[in-house]
Structure formats: structure tokens, C-alpha cells
């Protein structure tokens, strides 16, 4: 696609519920980023994804949270038993990760976000 | 620490002035740089890289100083339409891009 499509924008839920959010990179961006962000904050670093596998989830802030990009293009974050500090907008981004180019040119593409609220 | 330290601001300019933002960063491996701009509940789009040797893109100047570990942003002539929170990013190992927190602009008619 023409842009980074992240699904739904807007998600409630009840505490203890478990929730997926979707993101589609930019077509041939090898590289995606699931980044959190709350409220007055900059966004923070959740998981990394070369092709299909999660080159870097250190940033993943328990076990309930859990990525997956089975083919290498979409990705969906998995919340389990939600609690209300998961609240915040979730942002996928993806790159190109061009090698051999100024590492200037590798930068982040943002969708929209999922915006998700526990009640 | 946090990996990315900014002043929240905001920071409050008439229309026309010039304003600048300092950014310091904790990593001195770090090998990219870049300047986003966020508006009020939207996704952080990308407003410059930063280069070694300091570039410019029309009212936008961003510098990077190595040695000190900052970045700056000069806007000049600043429009109603550049109020927005403005991020510092800093890439290092990579594959890793640590945000800043932002720092808020209003620009005032």
C-alpha cells in the first residue's frame, strides 16, 4: 500500500480482555516497528521485526504482549488478560533498512495508530 | 537516563519569530539522526534527517554536534502552521530509533 495501515484506529475494552492489533507495513519494507506511546510521552520501543522474525523485542514490557509477522509483511500485537495501563495509542512503523545507504535514509514510516482503551 | 532528553516547552512564539530546540542523547555509538514533527493525536511524521555537517530545508536548520551529544532545530519565520510537538529521534545499532518526549511549539498570531 501507498502508506503504513494500522487497524482498528480505535479499540475499548474491559480489563482482562485480550486484544490484537494489525499493522500493514509499506510494501517492500522489510523492516517493522510496534512502538507504544501514552499520553505526553514520546513513543517507545516495543518490538522489531526483520522479514518474519522479531529481531528485537526488548522492549515488550511483559509476557501478556506478543508479535507475530508470520509472512514477513503484516504484523499483529497480541495483548492478553488487559489491564488499564495498557491504555495508550500503539503506532506501527516500517523502513526500507536499506543497506549500504547513509543510514539517513533508513527512516521510520508511522501509521495512524490504534488507539486502545481498558476500562 | 533516558537515551533521549528534550525540553517539554511549551515553548510560546509569536508569528515570525525564530525559535530553536536542543536534544541530548546518552549513546555515543549513535549513527542517525532526525528531527519529527507530531500533531495533536496524529502520527509522528518525519520533518529532517540531521547530518554531521549540519543541513538546512527551507526555514529549517537542524545541527548535530557530535562531540557534546545534541541536536538542534532552528525554525525561522515561524507560521501559525508549525505549532505541533516536535521529537528527536536517535538511531543507533541500527535497527534501534529511541524517541524523545517532545517538545511542544505554539506559534501565536
Known amino acids: 500500500g501507498a502508506g503504513v495501515s494500522q487497524t482498528p484506529s480505535n479499540k475499548v475494552t474491559e480489563k482482562g480482555k485480550y486484544v490484537e492489533l494489525r499493522c500493514d507495513p509499506i510494501s517492500g519494507h522489510t523492516a517493522l516497528y510496534w512502538y507504544r506511546q501514552s499520553l505526553g510521552q514520546g513513543p517507545e520501543f516495543l518490538i522489531y521485526f526483520q522479514g518474519t522474525g522479531a529481531a528485537d523485542d526488548s522492549g515488550l514490557p511483559n509476557d501478556r504482549f506478543f508479535a507475530v509477522r508470520p509472512e514477513g509483511s503484516v504484523s499483529t500485537l497480541k495483548i492478553q488478560r488487559t489491564e488499564r495501563g495498557d491504555s495508550a495509542v500503539y503506532l506501527c512503523?516500517?523502513?526500507?533498512?536499506?543497506?549500504?545507504?547513509?543510514?539517513?535514509?533508513?527512516?521510520?514510516?508511522f501509521g495512524a495508530g490504534s488507539r486502545l482503551t481498558v476500562l | 537516563r533516558k537515551e533521549v532528553e528534550q525540553d517539554p516547552g511549551p515553548f510560546n512564539v509569536p508569528e515570525g519569530a525564530t525559535v530553536a530546540f536542543n536534544c541530548t542523547y546518552s549513546n555515543s555509538a549513535s549513527q542517525s539522526f532526525f528531527w519529527y514533527r507530531q500533531d495533536c493525536r496524529k502520527e509522528p511524521k518525519l520533518l529532517m534527517s540531521?547530518?554531521?555537517s549540519g543541513n538546512e530545508d527551507g526555514r529549517f536548520t537542524a545541527q548535530l554536534n557530535r562531540a557534546s551529544q545534541y541536536i538542534s532545530l532552528l525554525i525561522r519565520d515561524s507560521k501559525l502552521s508549525d505549532s505541533a510537538t516536535y521529537l528527536c529521534v536517535v538511531n543507533f545499532n541500527f535497527n534501534k530509533f529511541y524517541f524523545g518526549s517532545g517538545t511542544k511549539l505554539n506559534v501565536k498570531p
Open positions: 540531521v547530518y554531521s
Open positions: 512503523a516500517s523502513s526500507p533498512e536499506l543497506q549500504g545507504y547513509p543510514s539517513g535514509a533508513n527512516v521510520l514510516t
